[in-house]
């Protein structure tokens, strides 16, 4: 009984941890997907250039307007089209920054459904 206790603490310290380190805030140093309610934000490059970012928003059960926006925090942004996405289907798109950002910057997409904000992911850019 005493070796299952130590083993639940253990997993715990971990989980723990785990949650430590997401709550810092994903760095972007290789190509990767990083989601918040029903929006993620994927990336294809590696450190600090950016070239393309695809946004991804999920719908629920009826269909709905759906668009994104893409930014970072150093003034470049971009929109992405407006969609009529029919029931549980996810909508999709891109924007291509094609530039290198400073170390540091926060890459975000906010996604909207209905005209309301459903989800925003960012990642840190960093080498």
Known sequence: ???FQKSRAAVGMSAAACGLVLAAGPPAAAEGKWC???????TYDHGTYAGRVE???TN??????ISA???TTNGWSSPTKVEDVGAFRTY???????RHFP?????????????????LPCV???N
């Open 1 to 3: 009984m005493r070796m």
């Open 36 to 42: 918040n309610h029903s929006v993620c934000i994927e």
């Open 55 to 57: 946004v991804s928003v």
């Open 60 to 65: 629920t059960n009826q269909p709905n307007r």
């Open 69 to 71: 926006r893409v930014w």
């Open 92 to 98: 999709r798109d891109q924007a291509y920054p094609q």
């Open 103 to 119: 170390a540091g910057t926060r890459l975000c997409a906010e996604g909207f459904r209905g005209g309301h904000s459903v989800g």
């Open 124 to 126: 840190t850019l960093t």
